[in-house]
């Protein structure tokens, strides 16, 4: 897993302490059906996901991540939820947590494959066959489903 240059510099200064990052989930449809990653790190399905660089705009950040994890270039709709993420310890010892900015977004072009080592396994799927996801990719999910106008704000 590639960490971003910025976080790498900031972590020579502060070691494994608490940094508060921002971050993308982005719901990719195509069709009737969702796009998935299966992470390298811990095997868990999710949908596509990244840190925001600095200075990048979020909706940027959204679609540059599903290209890069995916193949898949993919037009934003709608920001549908903003969101905090528990505090996470990475294996290495890292601690950070995120301000989760959540997107909708529906393909444009490409092939949905393994496109970086981040993934094991990249695909479409029907939601009702879909593999369970982590409970916050969960509820991304659940917001992009939703019909109603306007966001959610945890």
Excluded at 12 to 19: A, C, F, K, N, P
Excluded at 36 to 52: F, S
Excluded at 77 to 96: C, E, F, Q, S, W
Aim: proline fraction near 7%; glycine fraction near 10%; include cysteine.
């Amino acid at each position: 897993m590639a960490t971003p240059e910025f976080i790498s510099n900031l972590r020579t200064h502060i070691g494994h302490e608490m940094l508060w990052l921002s971050g993308v989930k982005v719901v990719v449809f195509q069709g009737d059906q969702v796009l998935l990653v299966r992470r390298a790190d811990n095997g868990l399905w999710t949908l596509p996901a990244g840190i925001i660089d600095p200075g990048e705009e979020p909706s940027h950040t959204a679609q540059r991540e599903v290209l890069e994890e995916t193949g898949v270039k993919c037009e934003v709709t709608d920001l549908i939820g903003v969101g905090v993420t528990a505090p996470t310890v990475y294996p290495n010892g890292d601690h950070a947590q995120y301000l989760d900015v959540v997107f909708k977004a529906r393909h444009l072009s490409g092939q949905a494959t393994i496109n970086d080592d981040e993934n094991l396994e990249v695909g479409y799927f029907d939601l009702q066959d879909r593999p369970q996801l982590p409970p916050l990719h969960e509820r991304a999910l659940s917001w992009a489903l939703d019909p109603r106008p306007g966001g959610y704000f945890a």
